[in-house]
């Protein structure tokens, strides 16, 4: 079907002349299509056969493909281990043993007249670094004792003891439950979360680990097989709404795929453009969005994509320094969640667009470049700042213009090229041209 | 799966336990859990063996399988038609013929002398009503002729001549695509949003007809089987993150059931949580959430189910105004698409839950009631001025109860007895009463 929709024509044009038989006398009004579809068609022309353009995916699949010649650094490589307090993936019961010991730490304390204290990790910005080797941000080990007269001590005992219970009885559970379960103890969620945070630092294991999930808002659509907790789904049979992110990643299994990249999409709009268009059906891709901010179970699920199908990902964002900041998220993780940097970020993803640059290469018309706010400019030179942009010296360059120009644009901006400008023209000639940073 | 994790012990139970044993010395601070369990525990008592609570469900599910005695009204019925202005959903070559038939008519007006102009309906509130024998709002048929000289008229022509092309092209877009495709005359999303409504009531079709979509938030899971654009979808086996409802409803079809009901789920923490313990395997259902506010391609989706399946709807929602709001936006529409109601509402769904009275009645703790602020009470007492409410006796003692207590809850709130209590024996005892209004 998406190839029958490939070959009628452009229906920008059509459009196009449809509006000039009714607006003849105001030809400022037309829509901005024909204005530009002349430019557009020159670009549409410029396209090799998808064979061509498949090999440059090709080449960058196998580059993904075979092991890395320097393995890949982890603290212990840097000796960083013992300043550092980093968490793992832990199966139920390994989970549950760790709880015991610390009850029964606590019971030594206690018998040994030390009293009843948690080593409580310090997870504030000052106990923060990043760490270039890594590229992400990591959680040193500073910490303290508390001694139980400490409020923050009997929520920790809390916690831990419910999530107890949620192991046990190998279900999960959302933030909002674990608060709800003593509102007068946590008196606001923010107090659980953070608690929530501690404990999974304390025990040394990743939040999913303790089958405590965040609401999933991302969806996935194209080359890939998986099981979601024992069912098995076909991504490409997901029709134009995809398949919904699972919120437990652990339940997510027997990743399969034939797909020569992953496509990461900022926004739902594009993401309903390309799974409608049967994108992946043009150019193997696995597309998925998390609808703007990166939540948690997205990011892990990009991860285990990245990390068991070994594909590279491309990145479709908006160019705007919120485009940019969603990807450092995908990257190096968010600051508050910097103890589990490395099971929730993937590293080495590839900026594809829209990129300032874009703006005038594909001459995007005057009117779809918005003004960036002070605040954007702003949010633009403090990137500037960050070392995950620093050391991309394309990033730099790009970021630099955008701060110049002062101007954004969003993905939707390629519209005004015709609604499947995107599908037909952008991404394809962006893969032929390997145009990606 | 579900079967035997409903056999294993109460976690809240084990949890407290654990939490007993930790902080000992501070009752005051235990969970919830242990105080309420013995309470949690009476009302498990009174769970019948499922072949009995089925058998309720069973009853309400023939009521709606019969065909209505008395036929559904219409404007028709009501000599409502040549007053009010309502759209239906026409196939794209119906839109496309309707919009060369405007075309036409202009093209006729010039040469008649009488210049270029339009027939703009009013959706200003004063052209609104509800209509209680069809318990939804409606638009009144008040318009007005502009002339060509007019902006608007010049935006509807672009409007309307964009959706042509994407009609031609068999395509959807989104309402951000339109916008950008002419920024410069739309000069915000609001101006081109409004147009488009415009235009769908001008041509006497929905917005779905019109090929131009939101972006989706449902999900479903459960008893249901349907194709999204060709593909098979089996709701069953969508494991626990479910199925994203398709932005394009006319993509949607062959829906099979052999649910006994949908379960409409206000949050997706208790989505999660039913389709976690497969709900829908215990108690035959379709369980569907638009994760808060209910966006048109889920409302629309509900419709379908409801009217396709002949199902009834149990609603499970916060007991705050806001829930009810909620329930009303899927029942009689929200006031800006009324011209649409008639495709956009699921008349008749029945409030299951959370109820006032189930504070009590439940005994939901103290500390898991939160106040109502001035403006949640004034939300409710707006509500009750509301005829949807009016018409509802039950519903208008619940929300008295309500604003009387000045007390408010969240689903989540029943977490405190257990995070399975929702499915294990708040839903089970409700279903067995027959307790939805």
């Given amino acids: 079907m998406s190839e029958k929709k490939r070959r009628q024509p452009n229906p920008a044009n059509r459009a196009a002349a449809t509006a000039a ?8 009004k037309l829509p901005t299509t024909t204005k530009t579809s002349s430019h557009a068609h020159s670009l549409r022309s410029q396209l090799k056969p998808d064979s061509e353009i498949l090999a440059s995916l090709q080449k960058l699949y196998s580059e993904h493909q075979k092991p890395a010649k320097a393995k890949t650094l982890t603290l212990t490589d840097l000796n960083l281990t013992s300043k550092c307090r980093v968490v793992s993936d832990l199966d139920a019961s390994s989970v549950s043993l760790s709880i015991e010991r610390v009850v029964l730490d606590i019971a030594h304390s206690i018998l040994g007249g030390r009293g009843f204290s948690f080593d409580v990790p310090s997870r504030s910005a000052s106990n923060q670094m990043y760490v270039p080797e890594l590229d992400r941000i990591v959680l040193k080990d500073k910490s303290s004792a508390r001694q139980f007269a400490n409020l923050s001590t009997v929520r920790k005992a809390t916690i831990t003891s419910l999530v107890y219970g949620v192991l046990e009885r190998n279900i999960h559970v959302t933030k ?38 965040a609401s999933e808002k991302g969806v996935v659509v194209g080359r890939l097989i998986f099981t979601d ?47 409608e268009d049967r994108f992946y059906n ?21 991860r285990r994509m990245k990390t068991e199908l070994k594909l590279p990902v491309l990145a479709l964002v908006d160019s705007d320094p919120y485009g940019l900041k969603i990807l450092s998220v995908y990257m190096c ?33 005057e009117q779809c470049r918005l003004p960036m ?31 110049k120009t002062r101007k954004k644009a969003e993905i939707q901006a390629l519209s005004s090229f015709g609604f499947q400008y995107l599908t037909e023209v952008y991404l394809p000639l962006k893969i032929q041209d390997q145009d990606w940073l």
Same sequence: chains 1, 2.
Avoid at 23 to 28: E, F, G, L, M, R
Avoid at 283 to 302: E, H, M, N, S, Y
Avoid at 374 to 402: R, Y
């Fill in 21 to 28: 038989s009714f607006s003849a006398s105001k030809k400022s």
């Fill in 229 to 275: 907790d024992g069912d098995q789904i076909d991504c490409t049979k997901m029709g134009i709404g995809g398949k919904a992110i699972p919120p437990n990643i652990d339940r997510v299994g027997n990743l399969e795929s034939d797909a020569l990249f992953i496509l990461l999409v900022e926004k739902d709009a594009a993401f309903m453009r390309l799974a």
């Fill in 176 to 213: 909002r439950d674990l608060f709800y379960t003593d509102v007068k103890l946590f008196q606001d969620q923010s107090q659980s979360d953070a608690v929530l945070d501690d404990v999974s630092c304390m025990l040394g294991c990743t939040r999913s680990s303790l089958h405590v999930v």
């Fill in 373 to 403: 706010t002070d605040q954007d400019v702003k949010a633009g030179k403090d990137l500037l700042e960050e070392d995950f942009v620093k050391k991309n010296k394309g990033w730099v360059k790009e970021l630099e213009l955008m701060v």
């Fill in 282 to 302: 043009r150019f193997p891709c696995i597309i998925v969005t998390a609808k703007g901010q990166p939540d948690v179970a997205t990011r892990l699920f990009l």
């Fill in 333 to 365: 993780g968010s600051k508050n969640m910097s103890y589990d940097s490395s099971n929730l970020t993937t590293p080495d993803i590839k900026w594809l667009g829209v990129r300032p640059s874009d703006l005038d290469k594909y001459q995007i018309p």
